[in-house]
T-cell receptor, first 113, second 110 residues
Framework: ETGVTQTPRHLVMGMTNKKSLKCEQH?????MYWYKQSAKKPLELMFVYNFKEQTENNSVPSRFSPECPNSSHLFLHLHTLQPEDSALYLC????????????FGQGTRLTVV | SQQGEEDPQALSIQEGENATMNCSYK?????LQWYRQNSGRGLVHLILIRSNEREKHSGRLRVTLDTSKKSSSLLITASRAADTASYFC??????????FGKGNQVVVIP
């Protein structure tokens, strides 16, 4: 148990659906992240939030929309996804964004059909 | 952007043997970290080594860092079946973002 909780653990959605991934941490961390992990590829950093403010968006398509209502919660809203968006989506947090130890959630396995 | 690259990509060993993985990177770093990921789960931080350190130990783990060669190694001694996982190195990029390699799958056969 790392202190970072993601829900749901598994999600199957159609290309026209709208769904949201949730991440929660009670570690008192100020930075939160969304990563995408696809087979045979390195972990891709998608978004970075620091003190609820988005500080980085790594050219992520607009069909992925993050939301950070407070420093403990992070959402990833999904809309009109493509089959190639199927992947493991990992949330992480750290004390600050300066690449110190990151704590990861268990991930959401997303399948787009 | 630079990222750690692990070598070898896949390793299969007998329980009790040692497992060694290497990681190379391209630009200067402040620190390098190793993470473990069990199948389909999140990553778990194992150890962090700073650029001014050459070697670090944590339990059965030994990490070395050679900044002149821009490489690091992770040694797992006396491996156990529970060590079966993927192992990732991560470095801090120029703007202090963690950059992960593709991972190194280790299978420990009981």
């Amino acid at each position: 148990e790392t202190g970072v909780t993601q829900t749901p653990r598994h999600l199957v959605m159609g290309m026209t659906n709208k769904k949201s991934l949730k991440c929660e941490q009670h570690l008192g961390h100020n930075a939160m992240y969304w990563y995408k992990q696809s087979a045979k590829k390195p972990l891709e950093l998608m978004f970075v939030y620091n003190f609820k403010e988005q500080t980085e968006n790594n050219s992520v398509p607009s069909r992925f929309s993050p939301e950070c209502p407070n420093s403990s919660h992070l959402f990833l809203h999904l809309h009109t996804l493509q089959p190639e968006d199927s992947a493991l989506y990992l949330c992480a947090s750290s004390q600050d964004p300066s690449a110190t130890e990151a704590f990861f959630g268990q991930g959401t396995r997303l399948t787009v059909v | 952007s630079q990222q750690g690259e692990e070598d070898p990509q896949a390793l299969s060993i007998q329980e009790g043997e040692n497992a060694t993985m290497n990681c190379s990177y391209k630009t200067s770093i402040n620190n390098l970290q190793w993470y473990r990921q069990n199948s389909g789960r999140g990553l778990v931080h194992l150890i962090l080594i700073r650029s001014n350190e050459r070697e670090k130990h944590s339990g059965r783990l030994r990490v070395t860092l050679d900044t002149s060669k821009k490489s690091s190694s992770l040694l797992i001694t006396a491996s156990r079946a529970a060590d079966t996982a993927s192992y990732f190195c991560a470095t801090d990029e120029r703007n202090n973002r963690l950059a992960f390699g593709k991972g190194n799958q280790v299978v420990v056969i009981p």
